[in-house]
């Protein structure tokens, strides 16, 4: 196999771990969001597991950031340049909406950047914060199936 179909498998497998992985991020935090539980199941939102998950989604995420920064940043270019996102959040991170994501070093940390807990009592999160974020996930599922066609077709194509 020479070079050209080496890098042209490789941009099309990395944007599909980078996808897979981010969709697992994404139900992850769909479960840890979810306010329909009674005030019971609401004393602890989440399970070492779960904590465990984060964070070696997020090592992953922040390894590959730098890769998925440039692919990122040739799709957003070529793509995204004038959709106007929903969110604000989405318009202030658009070069890179996934990042805050990550960021936090664990799940409770993620919780406090967002906002989400309202109490040093359990775990009394608030409603609408939590819809916001999900929305934000919600809303980037469909990027990221465009960004992975892109670099499967589009680059792939270029590289040949």
């Known amino acids: 196999m020479d070079n050209s179909n080496e890098a042209k498998l490789s941009c099309g497998d990395f944007v599909g ?7 697992q991020l994404g139900d992850l935090l769909f479960d840890v969001l979810r306010t329909d539980r009674s005030p019971s199941e609401n004393q602890i939102p989440f399970s070492a597991s779960d904590a465990a998950t984060y964070e070696l ?3 992953w995420l922040t390894s590959h950031e730098e890769r998925f920064r440039d692919l990122w940043q040739w799709f957003y270019k070529e793509k995204l340049t004038a ?3 929903d969110s604000d959040y989405l318009r202030e991170y658009w070069q890179n909406p996934f990042a805050m994501f990550y960021r936090s070093s664990t799940l409770p940390e993620l919780l406090t950047a967002f906002n989400i807990q ?3 009592d359990g775990w009394a999160p608030d409603e609408n914060k939590c819809w916001d974020v999900a929305m934000v996930v919600l ?3 469909p990027i990221v199936a465009s960004f992975f066609k892109w670099a499967d077709e589009e680059v792939a194509a270029l590289l040949l």
């Open 17 to 23: 771990e980078w996808a897979d992985r981010w969709f």
């Open 57 to 59: 989604l997020r090592e």
């Open 83 to 85: 959709l106007e996102p």
């Open 118 to 120: 309202t109490s040093s």
């Open 139 to 141: 809303q980037l599922a």
